[in-house]
């Protein structure tokens, strides 16, 4: 028998502008809508009558056969759900069958005190998630480097970044708790520790299990809440296999309820479609709801007809089928990267080989090694003026630093070139190297 946290756990989690909220006076009451007898004079719904769709038709490659297109049409019941306001929540057929997936992939089942919140891609949900539980100018921890996407929010609530740092494993755990272990008394500890733990962007890490663990055990200790954001979970590609989540490693701990998930439908079926979903305790997805609908109600009603539909003819087989084509796709582009990185590369850059994901985070020697202040070199002049000059778009590493500063790391994305182009990009950095070098 899983044990979960109660509902009051969360009180002194939740933010003053979470608190703050009341429930939609309309969306509150739909539920009631389908009561056996019921008629609605509720809520200031068009009529679908007016709507000109009359079908939609879904043509896909087959997970199991790229050559064969499998077509699946949406119509009926299943086309008027998807033209018309729906749950704030999500579409009840497309969250039970993510319900299944989190079973599934997760261990996790009903009844464990969490639920699903679907949203307009999971940094949707991320940033609800976020408002609903830092005040402005609490402290947070946030993994350094850090997705850059993220900062943002945290920085419009003036946040204090409590930054923890990363190596090739994952979270430092170590550093973790020496940080709050040392945490001044007369200050609140941070509430939330936010992560990326496979293939991160940027670095390309993915957190071993015993790193994970050991983060679980200090949220456990010093009472956090952990944000897993993990886009990148289903584009492992590493020799290994794929360490489980936080979200299924909870299951260890005397109760659940310290994890807040969030996936990506992005990198597997279409980042224009925009779906995202969160999993995390029933406190906190409502709090999340609320803001939503007052936000933008929902997400689209047709976007997650479309992608239930498809995923619900594909079944879950197959769905892992495609997950799993799609991240041995993504190896190959990384094989290609690092072979020319070898090539034009060594000696004037490192890195660790990424096992998931579609970023290279690799350190610039901009100084030969036997160079008295090697190591105090930045990349950002270099990629932002000298790369440009040469024709090569990269990230200097300083913007995913949350409290800033200078770093030689770069970020370079390997999803969309093909081996051409890669190797002229890396031909280019080569250059740029050592001229930087006075070579």
């Known amino acids: 028998m899983v044990k979960s946290l109660p509902a009051e756990f969360y009180t002194n989690f939740l933010s003053a502008a979470a608190k703050a909220r009341k429930p939609s006076p ?4 739909y539920p009631l809508e389908s009561r056996p007898g019921m008629i609605s004079l509720l809520a200031g719904k068009p009529n679908a009558a007016t709507f000109p769709l009359t079908s939609v038709q879904l043509r ?32 009840p057929g497309l969250i039970e069958w993510i319900h299944g997936l989190q079973a599934r992939e997760h261990g996790r089942g009903k009844g464990e005190g969490w639920r699903v ?24 921890l946030v993994e350094s480097p850090v997705y850059a996407g993220v900062l943002p929010t945290f920085e419009s609530l003036n946040c204090e970044f409590v930054v923890v740092p990363t190596d090739a494993h994952g979270i430092k755990s170590d550093s973790l708790r020496s940080t709050l272990e040392n945490w001044p008394a007369s200050k609140p500890k941070p ?32 009472n956090f809440l952990i944000l897993e954001d993990d886009p990148y979970y289903y584009l492992y590609f590493g020799a290994a296999p794929r360490p489980p989540s936080y979200f299924s490693l909870e299951l260890e701990q005397p109760e659940v309820g310290r994890v807040i998930r969030f996936d990506s439908l992005s990198k597997i079926l279409s980042s224009g479609i925009r779906i995202g979903f969160g999993s995390g305790p029933e406190p906190i997805m409502t709090a999340i709801d ?7 109600l929902q997400t689209s009603s047709l976007t997650q007809a479309i992608t239930h539909a498809l995923l619900d003819s594909w079944g879950y087989d197959n769905f892992k089928a495609h997950t799993h084509a799609v991240s041995q796709f993504y190896k190959g582009k990384r094989d ?9 590369l060594d000696g004037l850059a490192e890195w660790d080989t990424p096992e998931a994901g579609m970023f290279f985070w690799f350190k610039l020697l901009l100084k030969a090694p036997e160079t008295e202040g090697a190591e105090e070199e930045d990349s950002e002049a270099v990629i932002r003026t000298k790369a440009l000059e040469k024709g090569v778009l990269a990230l200097p590493g300083t913007v995913f630093l949350p409290d800033g500063g200078k770093t030689p790391y770069v970020r370079a994305a390997f999803s969309l070139l093909d ?8 031909k280019r950095l080569r250059e740029v190297v050592l001229e930087a070098r006075g070579a």
């Open 26 to 29: 309309i969306r509150g009451l």
């Open 60 to 91: 896909a490659r087959s997970p199991t056969d790229p050559a064969q297109e499998l077509t699946t049409e949406l119509s009926g019941k299943a086309l008027a759900e998807g033209l018309q306001y729906g749950p704030t929540a999500g579409l």
């Open 117 to 140: 919140s679907v949203g307009s891609g999971s940094q949707d949900v991320i940033h609800k998630a976020i408002i609903a539980l830092v005040n402005p100018g609490e402290p947070v």
């Open 191 to 222: 509430k939330v520790l936010y992560t990326v733990p496979y293939g991160g962007n940027p670095t390309g890490m993915t957190a071993t299990k015993e790193r994970r663990q050991e983060v679980l055990a200090l949220a456990r200790e010093h």
């Open 290 to 296: 609320m803001h939503t609908a007052i936000a933008n």
């Open 336 to 344: 290609v990267f690092e072979r020319l990185m070898k090539k034009y």
């Open 419 to 426: 081996e051409a182009d890669v190797e002229e990009a890396i």
